[in-house]
């Protein structure tokens, strides 16, 4: 998928490095043991522009987004962080590279506290925990009140938001998010949304799934339809949407 970079207008929150291609997938097939679920995807993220990933369960958008998030090794094709082919595929060199994924379920900590969660996430040489606290309490000012609580104890929202701080700790320049709206109520969905174009906006690549195509259609500037492990449809998020939709019905799965 092509894409142009956007302008970048907002202050992000910690200086973004540069980067023409943040992130970039080539003819990637992926399996669970011998069942293979990703048919030879390609994909970019592109800075300031917002590429949200649609399709029915079991599609492989999650798997996608794993294996451009370094969770999992693809068993054909390339990947490209920063510009740069991936040899060793791990969350933590993937995050080094600039590239963060938040996993389905945010993947925070829910037996640390907020604070200790975001100190988890300070790999970057030269980020120091205060500058990460500060950029992470003013983005997000529940999470400064609830500094010292566990993070298992906060509402879906708040743990979102602890989930987007966390990823951002890291200065990426492309952020993968699995199902952000995943249980919220469509207010936090929103608010979450907003950060998102901002980030964008700020130049970061963002690459969303999402199953509710109409949360993601407020931020989303380039989609694709994933059935079956192919892309079927790729552009225009809100003709991709009406794609989805059409499939979706067809399948008799659920009203987006
Ligand atoms: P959903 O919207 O339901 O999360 P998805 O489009 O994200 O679906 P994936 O989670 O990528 O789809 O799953 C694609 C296929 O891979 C499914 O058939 C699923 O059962 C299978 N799968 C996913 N994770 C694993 C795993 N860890 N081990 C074995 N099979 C898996």
């Known amino acids: 998928m092509s894409a ?3 302008a970048a207008s907002a ?19 992926a399996a669970y043991g011998k069942i293979e679920v990703v048919h030879g995807i390609d994909l970019v993220a592109t800075p300031g522009r917002v590429l949200a990933l649609f399709g029915p369960n079991g599609a492989g958008k999650s798997t996608i987004l794993k294996v451009a998030g370094g969770g999992l090794r693809p068993t054909r094709g390339s990947v490209h962080w920063a510009g740069q082919p991936v040899r060793s595929f791990s969350p933590h060199r993937a995050v080094a590279r600039g590239v963060c994924w938040i996993p389905e379920g945010r993947g925070v900590f829910p037996n640390l506290t907020v604070r200790e969660n975001l100190l988890m996430w300070t790999y970057r040489e030269g980020v120091s925990r205060a500058i990460v606290e500060e950029a992470s309490f003013s983005r997000f000012p529940v999470l400064g009140e609830r500094r010292n609580q566990l993070a298992g104890t ?14 951002l700790a890291g200065s990426p320049v492309a952020l993968l998010v699995d199902e952000l709206s995943m249980g919220l109520a469509p207010k936090i969905v929103s608010e979450l949304f907003e950060v998102i174009g901002e980030l964008a906006r700020g130049g ?15 931020v989303a500037t380039d989609a694709a339809l994933i059935i079956q492990g192919i892309v079927v449809e790729e552009g225009d998020p809100a003709a991709v949407a009406e794609a989805a939709r059409r499939s979706y019905l067809a399948a008799g799965g659920p009203a987006v």
């Open 4 to 6: 142009t970079a956007g």
């Open 11 to 29: 202050i992000p929150l910690l200086p973004i490095p540069p980067a023409q291609h943040a992130l970039a997938l080539t003819g990637i097939h």
């Open 154 to 167: 906060l509402s879906g929202g708040e743990q979102q938001m602890l989930a987007l701080a966390r990823a």
């Open 204 to 218: 970061m690549a963002i690459v969303l799934v999402e199953q509710f195509v109409h949360a993601a259609l407020e």
